[in-house]
């Protein structure tokens, strides 16, 4: 992740990308203040300007349908913790299987991506399941998709990968094979800044 990250920080935003990017973080911001109790988007905003490296990561989260949000902040390390927070699971991330292994050892029926290379190209992480029980605490997501989660690697060894959905007001951990691919799955990622 800090590979990706450092990869990307020769990546800028036009002045009008950013502005673009800024209001509508802030519009968000300020819309869902129940995410963030107490915070306030000045200091966010600062951090954002003092981390500006960071600023792609978010523009590439809100391109592929994630409207990023704070969700906590680190008290110790200043960092805002931005999560993907649209109702499902962000569309330009669907129909991904796992990560890499999971792709090419697909024979045939091949989907274009995988999510774990798909996050380390974005600058992002995927969600852990702590995290993603976190977010289900702020509202209600993935009512009709559901989202690969970053797996332990015992799981991944022996050839799974876990995802995560809402129903019937219960968040569900499940699991697949990690080749697998669906319309209605993709990843949900986080991003300190």
Known sequence: MKDATKAMSNVTLSKKQREELLRALKARFEKNMDRHQG???????????????????????????????????????????????????????????????????????????????????????LLTEEQYRNLQNLGEFDTKTSSWLHTPSKIRELGGALFCDRRFDTVFVYHNGAESYFAARGFRGSLRV
């Open 39 to 125: 915070l306030e988007w000045a200091k966010v905003q600062a951090r954002l300007d003092a981390n500006a490296e960071k600023l792609w990561a978010l523009c590439e989260m809100e391109r592929t349908g994630g409207e990023p949000d704070v969700v906590d902040h680190n008290k110790k390390t200043g960092e805002y913790i931005f999560y993907d927070c649209s109702a499902e699971t962000p569309k330009g991330r669907r129909s991904l299987c796992y990560d890499r292994e999971a792709l090419e050892s697909r024979k045939e029926n091949k989907p274009k991506d995988n999510a774990m290379d798909m996050a380390t190209a974005m600058g992002i992480e």
